[in-house]
């Protein structure tokens, strides 16, 4: 058996007609040295059952049902029971490729390695692939096969405007890490949780290969593909303000750099899925919210003029009629 022990964590929500491709992606994979920890997250389909069924003939799987606290709740507690030296998530509804952790740990076993990022396939289970423009990932040539320093990694994910967060996309070694966990009751908890395990700690290093091991699935009422709703917008808000914490955020430096542009980027995201969920209004609470997050950016001129018309929307109104008077651009709607 490989000396490194690899543990897989699956987070498990009412994904009955995917979970058994998922399992099966997991226990077939060419390294023996696994643990599955898959995480019921209270469902009420056949999750259960399926998850029991495949408990019963693979001894390297184990079980845990919690109720329903949403997938970063999941995901910590399997990181609680993990005992491998590295770590690996894998949703419910995709799965891997039978060589994904082998390769990992060929990586992550030169000592010199902390992270090592992998691409992705994409495909699309009822529906249209014309979204699919909207879904990356790839990671770009000019961050493949490189050894970096972790926030060097990040900043040069940003400037190539590549930066995949998804925590599906690396295997990690657990004891680099011990202290971070995901963010409970939010959505787009991957921007937080990979951002901090990239910028907390400076002697972090990253490897970025080309290899495609996860394969995502895009379907219908995902999280992914769900109308915007008020959730969506907290999620992005949360993850804006709990960046602004980190030091990175406050130095003179290309990751701060990087990190407030990354920053803005989830405050215009926002903004975008405000208007949504909203019918294209924003209302005074979430505008304000914004804007004081966002002029703690350090925003340029010309940053700020790129996110005006996200934020004032009332913008374009103002251009395109320019007679109107009395437009609220920071009122309530």
Do not use: W
């Amino acid at each position: 058996m490989a000396p490194e022990k690899v543990s897989i964590i699956i987070p498990v929500y009412n994904v009955e007609p995917y979970l058994a491709q998922c399992l099966e992606s997991a226990v077939r994979q060419d390294y023996d040295n696994l643990e599955i920890i898959a995480i019921d997250d209270g469902s009420t389909d056949a999750s259960p059952a399926i998850l029991e069924h495949f408990r019963a003939r693979h001894e390297r799987i184990v079980v845990k049902n919690i109720r329903n606290q949403g997938l970063s709740v999941a995901r910590n507690t399997g990181l609680e029971i993990a005992t491998g030296d590295y770590i690996l998530f894998l949703d419910s509804d995709d799965f891997l490729e039978r060589h994904t952790v082998s390769t990992c740990v060929k990586h992550l076993g030169s000592r010199e390695i902390d992270m090592v990022f992998f691409a992705g396939n994409i495909f699309f289970d009822g529906i249209d692939e014309s979204l699919s423009k909207k879904f990356l990932c790839e990671r770009a040539l000019d961050l493949q096969n490189k050894r970096l320093p972790a926030d060097t990694f990040f900043s040069e994910s940003i400037r190539l405007r590549n930066y995949l967060a998804s925590a599906c996309l690396y295997a990690y070694r657990r004891n680099s890490f011990d202290n971070i966990r995901f963010h409970p009751g939010i959505l787009h908890e991957d921007n937080l949780f990979t951002t901090r395990m990239l910028l907390e700690n400076k002697t972090i290093t990253a490897k970025c290969i080309p290899d495609r091991l996860y394969n995502r699935r895009v379907r219908p009422d995902s999280i992914m593909t769900q109308d915007k709703q008020e959730k969506h917008v907290t999620g992005y808000l949360v993850v804006a303000e709990e960046l602004l914490k980190l030091q990175a955020a406050k130095e003179d430096s290309e990751p701060g750099a990087a990190l407030n542009k990354f920053i803005r980027n989830m405050l215009i995201n926002a903004a975008l899925s405000c208007r949504e969920a909203c019918q294209d209004r924003l209302p005074y609470s979430v505008r304000k919210k914004i804007v004081l997050l966002f002029a703690r950016t350090k925003p340029r001129p010309r940053e700020i003029k790129k996110a005006l018309p996200y934020i004032f929307p009332e913008l374009s109104m103002i251009t395109e009629n320019p007679q109107r008077k009395k437009i609220p651009l920071f009122g309530k709607p």
